[in-house]
Structures are given as C-alpha cells and as structure tokens.
C-alpha cells in the first residue's frame, strides 16, 4: 500500500506543472517582430476571419509568408488562407467534418501544403472576383460562410438553386440577419453559386475546387518546402515546457501558433477553460466552454507581476479590443512604425488599428491546448 502511495504521488507531481502558477525567474527579454528591420509584417494583413472557424488557416498562412518573407525580402505573394483550408480539408486523411472548412490542427495544414502547393495569390484572387462579381465589400470569408450555409440549407431531393428559390430564401436570410453581414450581402449571389445541385451533396469542398479554383493547378501552384516543425500540445507539456519554447522562438525572431480557448480574451485573467494535462485531449473534452481558437504570438514583454505578457496577433480584424487585457495599436495611414499602448476604451478612436493584444503568459499558456513553430 505505501509503494502505491509513492507511486500516485510520483505521478500527481509529474502532471502537476501543467496547470502550476510558477514561472522561471529570469527577467523576460523584450521581443516585438513588429520592429524587426526589414518588417514583414508590413506586407501581411491583419485578417478577419469573419464568421467562419478557419483560424487554423489564417494563422498557418501567416507563419508561412513570414518564413517566406525572411528568406526572399522581396517577395510579396501572399499565401491565401482560403486556399490554405480548402487544399487541406479535401486532402487530409481524417478529419471530424468532411464537408466543412471549420477546424483543424495547424500540423496538419503545413502537411498539406507541402504535398499539394500552395496557388498564386493572383490565381486565387481572380477566382474569388469571379464569386465577388464587382461587389467589393464581400470578402473571402464572407463568400465562403455565404456557401457554406447555402449548402448547409440545401437539402431538396432534385433541381438546383434556380428552380429553388424557398431554398436559396432561407440561406439569404439566416446570412443577412448577422451584424457581420450588414450591407454586404445581395441577392444576386445565387446566379453565383449555379454550379451547386443536389448531385454533388457530400462533396462540397471537391465542388467548389472544381467549379471555382480550376485553374490552382501546375504553374499556378507554388511548390513549398517548409523548414520542420513541432507540435506541443497532443501529449502532456507544461506551462514551463510551453514559455521556455516560446521565449526560445522568439529569440530568434520567430513567430510561433497557438491554439487557445479564446474565452480567455472574453473572461480576463484567471480564467481556466482546460481542466487536464493532457491539452488537446481537455480542450476537447470541454469545448463548449473553451471556444478553441488559434493566433500567432510576436511578441513578448516583462510583465506587471512578473513573468511575460505575450503579443497576440489576432484573426478578427484591425478592430478587435478585449475589455481585459491591453493591446498594441498603430495610426492608420502612419508610415512610421511608432506603436502606442491603447485599450478598449480607446475603440472610438477611428484612427487607432489594433496590431495584437497582450496577454500574461500564464493565463494563455495555461489555456492552450497546442503551440506549433518551426525549428
């Protein structure tokens, strides 16, 4: 019985620094990419992902193009997160919706990509044109959410859209009525999207790559060799384990991927959305509360109470704030790089463009269920 004793003990003290409040005590080093000289980040947009979960995307998209961009300054094609989640979700062997671009592990996608390439952003842009048609308020994001709730609505045993106008009706307005979409969506999107019918249904994403993105093919694709990477977060990593690797990545003036619960950004410090050492495994156990979410982290800085606070760079947009946490903002229209701390109360300020937000490192690494970067 003692020996079994010892043995539990010895194993709730190696599980135990997962969730510990205990950080290295060495000072924590300043690093911000945004004031690297030859600043990428000037030739990568901040995104809004919109309604769709394809964080995972545009954050692998980003670490891409920087990596890219560190090794050919003048390079400027940029790697469309669109792209990145379609090419992924046809080609990746198992994943838990088939018929949908929502969620996946950034691993995962670098995969993808290095099998499949990645297509011209010239290519992609005019494929996307032809679905925008002249409207220039629809996005990306807001052209797929638009189909893939089209499609979702779809379920009429024969025709297509032109003969199925209730159908069609019924997606327009589920759309229309989100605040995202105010003023953007029109109706004649349906001549658009003639290509979907009742014979392609449970092959959504092999359709539009067909009809849409015929032409990502041969010299369109851009063959890619990605340096090699790590993922943390399948198995058991400490907190320790977690800002030891980012801290070392940054120094080295690298970015690194983090997937989170983004109820951090909403709850404030001290909220706890995983309750396991095993990151993945608790994210997914408790998803609902957890809301997993993926950025990149490009920067870090000593924080209030000791430790780091962690620079997120965001997919929601120049806009996004956080009540509960101090973020990075830039003038707009500013050709100078001079940062200034702002805060949610600033967010009437018009000429304010949110860079990132800071966040104490403990409170994001004991939410985070996974951190890829590149060695």
Same mark, same amino acid.
């Given at each position: 019985m003692k020996l079994l004793r010892v043995a539990f003990l010895s194993l709730f003290l190696a599980l135990a620094p997962c969730f510990a409040e205990g950080m290295d005590s060495e000072a924590c080093t300043p690093v911000n990419l945004y004031d690297l000289p030859h600043h990428p980040f000037d030739r990568i947009p901040i995104y809004n992902q919109g309604e769709m979960s394809t964080c995972y995307a545009y954050t692998a998209s980003q670490m891409i193009d920087f990596w890219r961009f560190n090794q050919d300054p003048d390079s400027s094609d940029l790697t469309s997160p669109l792209w990145t989640a379609l090419i992924h979700k046809i080609n990746v062997p198992i994943h838990w919706n088939p018929d949908s671009l929502d969620f996946s592990r950034m691993t995962w996608v670098f995969n993808s990509l290095e099998r499949n390439g990645i297509c011209r952003a010239s290519v992609v842009n005019r494929a996307v044109e032809r679905l925008r048609n002249g409207n220039v308020n629809l996005s990306e994001p807001d052209l797929m959410f638009f189909f893939q709730t089209l499609w979702d609505e779809y379920?009429?045993?024969?025709?297509?859209?032109?003969?199925?106008?209730a159908v069609y009706g019924r997606a327009y307005e589920k759309v229309a009525a989100l605040p995202y979409f105010e003023g953007k969506i029109q109706y004649s999107l349906k001549d658009k999207f003639h290509f979907m019918t009742h014979y392609f249904k449970?092959?959504?994403?092999?359709?539009?790559?067909?009809?849409?993105?015929?032409? =990502?093919?041969?010299?369109?694709l851009l063959p890619v060799t990605l340096p090699s990477r790590e993922s943390m977060g399948l198995g058991f990593a400490s907190n320790r384990k977690f800002t030891r690797r980012i801290e070392k990545t940054l120094a080295r003036d690298e970015? /690194?991927?983090?997937?989170? =619960?983004?109820?951090? /950004?909403?709850?404030?410090?001290?909220?706890?959305?995983?309750?396991?050492?095993?990151?993945? /495994?608790?994210?997914?156990?408790?998803?609902?509360? =957890?809301?997993?979410?993926y950025s990149m982290i490009v920067g870090q800085r000593p924080g209030a109470q000791g430790g780091c606070q962690y620079l997120i760079r965001n997919t929601y947009g120049t806009n996004f704030w956080t009540d509960h946490f101090?973020? /990075?903002?830039?003038?707009?229209?500013?050709?100078?790089?001079?940062?200034?701390?702002?805060?949610?109360?600033?967010?009437d300020a018009k000429d304010l463009?949110?860079?990132?937000?800071w966040i104490d490192s403990?409170?994001?690494?004991?939410?985070?269920f996974d951190l890829t970067y590149f060695k």
């Open positions: 379920q009429v045993p024969f025709g297509d859209l032109k003969t199925n106008e449970g092959q959504r994403l092999e359709t539009l790559m067909d009809e849409v993105f015929s032409e =990502c093919k041969g010299e369109a970015p /690194l991927g983090i997937g989170y =619960c983004y109820k951090i /950004l909403d709850e404030g410090p001290g909220y706890r959305g995983i309750h396991s050492p095993f990151r993945f /495994l608790g994210m997914a156990l408790n998803q609902s509360e =957890c809301s997993a979410h101090s973020c /990075l903002c830039q003038k707009k229209g500013s050709n100078t790089h001079e940062h200034q701390e702002c805060r949610a109360s600033d967010a463009t949110v860079l990132g937000c403990q409170d994001l690494v004991s939410n985070a």
